[in-house]
């Protein structure tokens, strides 16, 4: 039996979905969806093409594609194979990135700017994931010192700041 979904659901084809995904997974796209969506009686989201549309959706150049690609195959490796911790460092650097394309002079004037360093480290090496990759990926970016300086100074970013603390006026 293949899987069911309601008449209202929302699903990605198409080109560039893995980017889109590391995308709208970030804190900066769920700020700003949380900005203009609307809202159920309890709060939560109501998410539709419509909601989606008027986002900032920034239109990757060609070598910029590819890292976010390969850090949603390996957060949907680690969990996929019950590797939480691994899943969520990958997810704050995929966040991290995520500042560095919107607001990337901040993010370089603040020395947390991270992009090229993680470009580096993912080398054609680390193309399909799997358990012996994911270590390895996992100590390269907690070693990097570039990494690990961005990931930190990056919440003292005005912007960054700003989604952190959950402000949406």
């Not at 990926?137 to 570039?146: A, I, P």
Request: net charge negative; hydrophobic share 40%.
């Amino acid at each position: 039996m293949g899987e069911l979904v309601l008449d209202s659901t929302c699903f990605l084809i198409g080109e560039k979905t893995k980017y889109l995904t590391a995308l709208l997974n970030s804190k900066v796209l769920n700020w700003e969806l949380f900005k203009i969506s609307p809202k159920t009686g309890t709060g939560d989201l109501i998410i539709s093409v419509q909601a989606l549309e008027p986002l900032m959706i920034h239109y990757p150049a060609k070598n910029e594609e590819k890292p976010f690609e390969m850090m949603v195959d390996f957060i949907l490796f680690a969990k996929e194979s019950g590797h939480e911790k691994e899943a969520n460092f990958f997810e704050q650097v995929i966040d991290n990135m995520v500042y560095d394309l919107y607001f990337e002079e901040s993010m370089k004037n603040n020395s947390c700017y991270i992009t090229e360093s993680v470009k580096n480290i993912l080398t054609p090496d680390f193309e399909q994931p799997n358990k012996e990759k994911m270590e390895k990926l996992y100590f390269k970016l907690k070693e990097d010192k570039v990494v690990q300086r961005g990931l930190i100074y990056s919440r003292v970013v005005k912007e960054v700041e700003i989604i952190n603390r959950g402000k949406h006026d």
